[in-house]
């Protein structure tokens, strides 16, 4: 979603900026900007992984394996595959021309080389790195990664695997010019974790699209308050805290009949998760309280947001975005986020929320409550965040700063070059 925005917004300064999917089409509730091309197709990365017989296969048959209706039809299935198996898979990746995959690195190189003829190339993440020495050869252009929560599938995979895996990273920074980070948090953390000089990476926060966001609030006079929460659900979002929380809030003598909506992307490896939270809220006496909504649309995200007084998404994780805190506060929603990773840094920027202690239900319950309770101050935290947003975080401006970040290395790169190249 960040990196549809982010090229949205730079073609919107007249840049000439090409998004390219990799693996499936990308999926976002916004105009779909990417190229109309798939690049390393799941399928065909994870056939070439299995058999030779596919990493020798004619380039027809690459081409019908990667039709975005079928990788489509596979993404469905493929959200139960474990890390155990894609473990090889990751690492051969990451060894580009010596991995299994060479084949689409050939022709992502070659289509980049003779058609897209870029003046410098941004990785949206890490674990694409095994491009890059190829990518320099072929294009000599500045290549720049981003970094915006590669630990956390790196954490995911058996603790051999990774180290492979962090070693070839390691390996792949020699060729890479810089990074940029979506917070400092995040940039001071990641830099040892995987092993490169924190002074390559320059942070740009995200930046939201404010088209559709920000119409006037659902007017609920005579409705309860209502707690919610939007992201993907999921143990590291933190949808069993906040389910905690408003369970300690709701047991309170004379608590207010306070509600719980939820939305967000549902994987089918993770109903069981959300079925465990319901049973919780229905073994409190709740289940009439909570509901469970469906956001296809932006128009359908919007309307949610606007239905709501507060936003919490717990995560218990390194958040390195947090683009849910930004559409809370497109609404004029306020937020109550722990007091870590960047949603310390975006709070404390525009005074929008909030900050509670990790793992802490009973003081999330506490500020959940004092928000909910005092209208004065959740107008004030929720125009707030919106203010700051607006000065702050829209895309514009991360597209602005991505440009100044990126027209630097170009620049050092002209200059390294010989004279009668240049």
Known sequence: MRDNTLVTALQALGHDAILIPTFTPIRTDEIDVSDGKVFYGGINVFLQQKSWLFRKAPRFVDWLLNRPALLRLATRRAVNTSYENLADLTLS?????????AKEL????EWLHDEAKPDVVMLTNVLLSGLVPQLKRSLKVPVIAT???DDVFLDALPAESRKLCLDAIRTNDRDIDGYIATSRDYAGYIAPYLGIDRSKIEVVYPGLNLTGHGGVRLVRPESPPTIGYFARIC??????????????LRKRPNAPKVKLKVAGWLGDHQQAYLDEQIQKLAGAGLIEDFERVDCPTHADKVRFLQSVDVL??????????GLYVLEAWANGVPVVQPKHASFTELIDATGGGLLTPSHDPDQLADALLKILSHTELRDSLGHAGWKGL????TAHTMAEETVAVLAKHVSNSARSLPASVS
């Open 312 to 321: 919490s998404v717990p995560a218990a994780f390194r958040e390195p975005k």
């Open 106 to 109: 050939e022709k992502l190189v």
């Open 147 to 149: 970094l915006q929560g």
């Open 390 to 393: 607006h000065e702050r975080f």
């Open 235 to 248: 143990p590291e979002k933190g949808l069993h805290a906040l389910v905690h929380a408003f369970i300690h």
């Open 93 to 101: 990746m990451l060894r580009g021309t010596h991995g299994l995959q």
